[in-house]
């Protein structure tokens, strides 16, 4: 579950933008950061060094040595380092999770390498490649997992992956029973023929349960084979297909397995080309579809006129606890049509409203939904216009809303070629800031979810992945 959060706010949460407030998300990531660099001090603590001060031979030479039970390693290497990072692989026993992700050269033969460390490696859970790793690279990787047993998520992303890597990648994919998490993020090679291998392959596979396909070149032709896929898999949770371009065909295809699945909890079509036809088509699935949990539909303009008819089947629908409606297009007529939603909805927990111009208007819309309001826990506006105006109203209602426990305000960024900025002084964003943090508001909201305090949260989200 945990890697498949990771993959799922690598494509859907992580979009929201880092330069203003932090998210809960973000809050729990900087968790997993305070916890891995426990571990470190723990290790560096046996040692009686700064691992900070080591250089990156010298890091390789204690992974290998065994000496400190570091369990993350996060670092940026280049070809030459590759073969002793691979002996290292080899002979560590601590080592969970290799991030790769800070390189900034291609890394074929390093990756070749280190796919052979992997099949005598029996610790390591999570491997994020560096970029380029290219097919070279993603075919030795499937090769060393026909053989490795303990690796559960790999990341490729923005790897400059064809469908011939890709094709690698699904045939370990028909024997491997260990992955349970792939992201294939930014690999616009893939193609078609790369989501048609895939959708093979989890004909077959009964392991994997999130696949991140975003950005991968996808059209109606490759959305309507995974959608066969869907018809007989059983194991598929979590599908993100977010900047495709899969179309009304696609989304129409997907509206209508997702009558009959009952497996897949999470899916993102944001930017794909949608317009009313597949709306509709989604819209009328939500009616029956009692799966689903999470849904993005955000940057899909063409369809802005049959929002309304979105919004009806979310006030019909009582599983969604998570609705993605980033850069829609949203008039104030649809706010208070979500207002009107919110009123009476009691499972949403987070809605992601950025990049909409909502303005002012829209803000004191919403607020007045969150004076009746008592699930929603994390609400998206960044990117949305507002100005002190809103953010006065937005903090007046959370003087009685105590459920509402992140506000993402965001902060001044260039969105669609033009400037939408939340222009808030400084100081109301702190007072809001301030009410949010304050630990009766979060015992509040504890209490009413009937959630038990967890005594390890930073294990719930692994570390964020890399933005470019």
């Known amino acids: 579950q945990n890697e498949q959060d990771r993959l799922v706010r690598s494509a859907a949460m992580a979009k929201r933008g880092t330069r203003g407030r932090k998210s809960k998300l973000e809050t729990r990531e900087e968790e997993v950061d305070q916890r891995e660099e426990g571990e470190v001090e723990s290790a560096e603590s046996e040692l009686g060094v700064d691992l900070e001060d080591l250089s990156m031979e010298e890091q390789i030479a204690l992974i290998r040595s065994n000496k400190a039970q570091v369990t993350t390693l996060s670092v940026g290497i280049t070809e030459k380092q590759g073969k002793p990072l691979a002996e290292a692989l080899k002979k560590n026993t601590h080592l969970l999770q290799l991030d790769l992700s800070q390189s900034f050269e291609g890394l074929t033969e390093a990756i070749k390498?280190?796919?052979?460390?992997?099949?005598?490696?029996?610790?390591?859970?999570?491997?994020?490649?560096?970029?380029?790793?290219?097919?070279?690279?993603?075919?030795?990787?499937?090769?060393?997992?026909?053989?490795?047993?303990?690796?559960?998520?790999?990341?490729?992303?923005?790897?400059?992956?064809?469908?011939v890597g890709i094709e690698a990648l699904a045939d370990v994919l028909k024997v491997n029973t260990m992955l349970t998490a792939l992201s294939l993020e930014n690999n616009p090679g893939a193609g078609d023929k790369g989501a048609t291998a895939l959708a093979q392959a989890l004909r077959v596979n009964t392991t994997l349960e999130c696949l991140n396909l975003a950005r991968n070149e996808i059209h109606a032709a490759g959305a309507e084979d995974l959608v066969e896929m869907l018809k007989v898999n059983t194991t598929l949770k979590k599908l993100i297909l977010r900047k495709n371009a899969i179309g009304d065909k696609g989304a129409m295809a997907l509206a209508t397995v997702l009558k009959v699945n009952t497996t897949v909890?999470?899916?993102?079509?944001?930017?794909?080309?949608?317009?009313?036809?597949?709306?509709?088509?989604?819209?009328?699935?939500?009616?029956?579809?009692?799966?689903?949990?999470?849904l993005s539909l955000g940057g899909n303009p063409k369809a802005k006129t049959k929002l309304p008819v979105l919004i009806d089947a979310l006030k019909v629908n009582t599983t969604l606890t998570e609705v993605s409606l980033d850069s829609a297009e949203l008039t104030i007529k649809h706010v208070r049509l979500?207002?009107?939603?919110?009123?009476?909805?009691?499972?949403?927990?987070?809605?992601?409203?950025?990049?909409?111009?909502?303005?002012?208007?829209?803000?004191?819309?919403?607020?007045?939904?969150?004076?009746?309001?008592?699930?929603?826990?994390?609400?998206?506006?960044?990117?949305?216009?507002l100005t002190a105006a809103g953010a006065t109203a937005l903090k007046n209602v959370l003087q009685t809303n105590m459920?509402?426990?992140?506000?993402?305000?965001?902060?001044?960024?260039?969105?669609?070629?033009?400037?939408?900025?939340?222009?808030?002084?400084?100081?109301?964003?702190?007072?809001?800031?301030?009410?949010?943090?304050?630990?009766?508001?979060?015992?509040?909201?504890?209490?009413?979810?009937?959630?038990?305090?967890?005594?390890?949260?930073?294990?719930?989200?692994?570390?964020a992945k890399r933005t470019k």
Request: some cysteine; charged content about 25%; hydrophobic content about 45%.
């Open 113 to 163: 390498l280190l796919a052979g460390a992997l099949k005598v490696n029996k610790t390591l859970t999570l491997f994020d490649c560096s970029p380029e790793v290219r097919d070279e690279g993603a075919i030795a990787i499937a090769d060393a997992l026909h053989v490795n047993k303990s690796l559960t998520t790999l990341l490729l992303i923005d790897c400059c992956l064809t469908h």
């Open 338 to 385: 979500l207002a009107d939603w919110l009123r009476t909805n009691t499972s949403l927990t987070i809605l992601d409203l950025k990049g909409n111009n909502l303005r002012d208007a829209g803000a004191r819309v919403l607020a007045k939904a969150l004076e009746v309001n008592t699930v929603l826990s994390q609400l998206i506006l960044n990117e949305c216009n």
């Open 265 to 294: 909890d999470f899916l993102d079509v944001s930017f794909n080309d949608i317009s009313t036809k597949g709306l509709i088509a989604i819209a009328d699935t939500l009616k029956f579809n009692s799966t689903l949990q999470g």
């Open 403 to 463: 459920s509402l426990v992140d506000l993402d305000l965001g902060d001044l960024v260039i969105f669609g070629g033009s400037e939408i900025t939340n222009i808030i002084p400084s100081e109301l964003r702190d007072e809001i800031y301030d009410i949010l943090d304050d630990p009766a508001r979060k015992a509040a909201r504890a209490i009413a979810t009937g959630e038990v305090a967890d005594s390890k949260p930073a294990q719930e989200i692994p570390p």
